[in-house]
């Protein structure tokens, strides 16, 4: 059973940076393709960012440039380093393996 479990959210102010962490057991990050969503108040879940067992790396238009994904094999971790944080960012922040099943999530909020 895959479990998953979202550290590192919090209060940053505009233009801040956060490095969110997502610690898995009962599958390898390296073996799987792994990906960060959000969901907004009021919004539906989306994507973010998703990096493939190969290591390549994509993310949704909003956050481009912005944000970084990656894994940690040994420590069987994946992060998410967001820079340029905006409020439109505010969102709880969940990782998965793109299957069924979601961990308690992160809170992030954008604010001055």
Not at 31 to 40: F, K
Not at 63 to 92: C, W
Not at 101 to 109: A, D, I, M, S
């Amino acid at each position: 059973q895959v479990q998953l479990v979202e550290s590192g959210g919090g209060l940053v102010q505009p233009g801040g940076s956060l490095r969110l962490s997502c610690a898995v057991s009962g599958i390898r990050v390296s073996l799987n393709t792994m990906a960060w969503h959000r969901q907004a108040p009021g919004k539906q879940r989306e994507l973010v960012a998703r990096i493939t067992r190969g290591g390549s790396t994509d993310y949704a238009d909003s956050v481009k440039g912005r944000f970084a994904i990656s894994r940690d094999n040994a420590k069987n971790t994946v992060y998410l380093q967001m820079h340029s944080l905006k409020p439109e960012d505010t969102a709880v922040y969940y990782c998965n393996d793109l299957k069924p099943g979601w961990g308690q999530g992160t809170q992030v909020t954008v604010s001055s």
